[in-house]
Each structure stands twice: as structure tokens, then as C-alpha cells.
């Protein structure tokens, strides 16, 4: 008996991997998987290599050149200047950091303090199940901008604060979503064999049950990614993020805003960034959920 559970217990990760195989396959046959995928790329390697890419690197910080303010879109700055002078494309590039260090320390303080609960939650049960959804619950009973815009305001407004804000409202999202998986998994044949096994609560919540919701973790990661990205640019547009001279492209839209209709580019371009942004990661996250078969919508609210 022994040895057939063992059996069990291994031969649930050469089915997984074969999964995520398939999974890759149909990844490359999705049209919006791709065009997501490549908007992604293409963004965090602008990130990466911004030094590289911008035409003028130091406008990215506290320069000024009045003599070139509010230049329109051209040869010398194909996304114009700001009313400082600063060339906007520069910018906008080095926005992109900002933007994709917000996103993914969000996430990742969500999923450190969500997948775990959730975990916990879905696999203990009872009482444990009971408090921590509970207090999911409240969490989830405020809207995360509201949230967000809530603790911000009672710390110091910077970069920093801002993710520790949205990440506020993220984490319950993660909790409600693994604990819904677990509860679905957590009868299955190869659970119960470590089980039997005499293996801990917590190899077999980490080691065996982790595994096998990661599909709907991914893809929910990769959409709320854009998200992030655009709640973090609400919060530096109302001057409750990143702080002048930083080039994020929330403050850029809001110092632009002044100058329109007339300079119309000063806003304009890092409005299109978050668009493009946002897009690419609905696009690839759309196409992941198709391609895992993942049915976010029975665990949201």
C-alpha cells in the first residue's frame, strides 16, 4: 500500500510539467497571447536598457532648459518637451521603471501575504478557515483605490508608500482565489496518498497542493499587473506617489494637464504609455487564462 501512494505522489508531476508543455503550445497559437507577450517584453526591456534608449538620459531627472520648453513633437524630440525643457520620450522611458518596480513589488508583497493565507485557509479549514476569510472579507469590502488612496494619504507621499498602499487592497484577491483552488483540490487521489504517507500539513499544502494552482495565480498576477500599473499612476497623478523630478507617468499627465489644449504632448505621450502598458498585460493575460482554461469568476465577488 505504501508503495502504491508513493507511486501516486510521484507520478502527479510529470502529468503537471505535461500540462504546462501543452500549456506553452497553445500560448504559441494565440494571436493575443503573442501581441501581449511582446508588449510586454518590449517594455521591460525598455526598462532594462533606458540609458540606452533614451535620447536624453539626463532629462530624466531635475534638468531644466527653458529655452526649449513646450517644443512640439520633432526631429530633435520626437515626443516634444515639457515646460522645463525636459525631452518627454526620456522620460517616458525611464517612466517605465517606475511603473513595473510598483507593479511587481505589489504583486509580490500580495502574493507573499495572500497565497499563503489562502493556502492555509483553504486546506485547514474550520476555525483558521473562518478567521482568515473573515478578515478577507473586510479587506475586499473596500474598493483598492479607495484603500489605497486611504493609506496614502496617512503616510508620506513617495514611491515606496505607494506600493505599501496598493498592496493594502491586493493581497485579500490572492487569498480568496487560492483558497477557493484548495478546496477543490484537496480531496484529490494524490493529497490523500501523502496523506497516508504520514507527510506534514505543510509539505503537503507547499509541496503538492502549490503546484497545482499556480495556472489561476498566474493569471490572475498578469492581469492585475496592469492594474497596478494604473492605480500606481492615479496615485502620482493626485501628487500621492513618486514625487517631482521623478519621471512617473502619473505626475507627468498631471504637470501636462495644465497645458492643454496648446501642448497638448506634454500628457498626451504618458497617457499612451499607461494604455499601451495596461493593454499588453489584459492581452497576455486574457490569452493565458484561454490557454490554462482558468475560470477566474467563481472566486471573485
Same mark, same amino acid.
Given at each position: ?14 502529468? $503537471? ?8 503550445? =497553445? ?10 507577450? &511582446? #508588449?510586454? #517584453?518590449?517594455? #521591460? ?17 531635475? $534638468? ?6 513646450? *517644443? ?20 517616458? #522611458? ?8 510598483? &507593479? ?12 499563503? *493565507? ?10 483558521? @478557515? ?9 479587506? /475586499? ?16 507621499? @513617495?514611491?515606496? @508608500? ?12 490572492? +487569498? ?18 501523502? =496523506? ?16 497545482? $494552482? ?17 492605480? &500606481?499612476?492615479?496615485?502620482? !497623478? ?30 498626451? !505621450? ?6 499601451? +502598458?495596461?493593454?499588453?498585460? @489584459?492581452?497576455?493575460? %486574457? &490569452? /493565458?487564462?484561454?490557454?490554462? %482554461? ?8
Amino acid at each position: 500500500m505504501r508503495v502504491q501512494a508513493e507511486d501516486r505522489v510521484t507520478s502527479k508531476w510529470p502529468e $503537471v510539467m505535461e500540462d504546462w508543455k501543452r500549456a506553452w503550445y =497553445r500560448l504559441r497559437r494565440s494571436t493575443v497571447s503573442l501581441i501581449g507577450l &511582446g #508588449i510586454v #517584453i518590449g517594455l #521591460i526591456l525598455m526598462a532594462i536598457f533606458a540609458p540606452f534608449l533614451a535620447p536624453y538620459p539626463e532629462d530624466a531627472g531635475s $534638468v531644466v532648459k527653458f529655452k526649449e520648453a513646450h *517644443l512640439p513633437p520633432g526631429q530633435a524630440h520626437w515626443f516634444g518637451t515639457d515646460e522645463v525643457g525636459r525631452d518627454i520620450l526620456s522620460r517616458v #522611458i525611464y517612466g517605465s521603471r517606475i511603473s513595473l518596480v510598483l &507593479g511587481f513589488a505589489v504583486l509580490t508583497l500580495a502574493l507573499v501575504v495572500g497565497v499563503p *493565507l489562502g493556502l492555509i485557509a483553504g486546506y485547514w479549514g474550520g476555525r483558521v @478557515n473562518t478567521v482568515i476569510m473573515r478578515l478577507t472579507d473586510i479587506f /475586499l469590502a473596500i474598493p483598492p483605490t479607495v484603500l489605497a488612496l486611504a493609506v496614502s494619504s496617512a503616510l508620506a507621499p @513617495n514611491l515606496t @508608500n505607494s506600493m505599501i498602499a496598493v498592496s493594502f487592497g491586493w493581497w485579500p484577491w490572492f +487569498t480568496r482565489l487560492v483558497q477557493g483552488e484548495v478546496l477543490s483540490v484537496k480531496e484529490e487521489q494524490f493529497v490523500e496518498a501523502s =496523506r497516508s504517507l504520514g507527510a506534514s500539513r505543510f509539505r503537503i499544502i507547499f509541496k503538492d497542493i502549490l503546484p497545482n $494552482v499556480l495556472s489561476p495565480i498566474i493569471v490572475k498576477a498578469t492581469l492585475d499587473m496592469g492594474f497596478v500599473i494604473l492605480i &500606481g499612476a492615479s496615485l502620482s !497623478f493626485l501628487g500621492l506617489g513618486a514625487q517631482p523630478p521623478t519621471p512617473a507617468w502619473g505626475t507627468m499627465i498631471a504637470e501636462g494637464r495644465i497645458y492643454l489644449p496648446e501642448s497638448w504632448w506634454v500628457a498626451t !505621450f504618458p497617457g499612451l504609455a499607461i494604455f499601451v +502598458t495596461v493593454l499588453g498585460f @489584459n492581452l497576455l493575460g %486574457d &490569452g /493565458l487564462r484561454d490557454v490554462f %482554461d482558468v475560470d477566474l469568476d467563481r472566486w471573485s465577488g
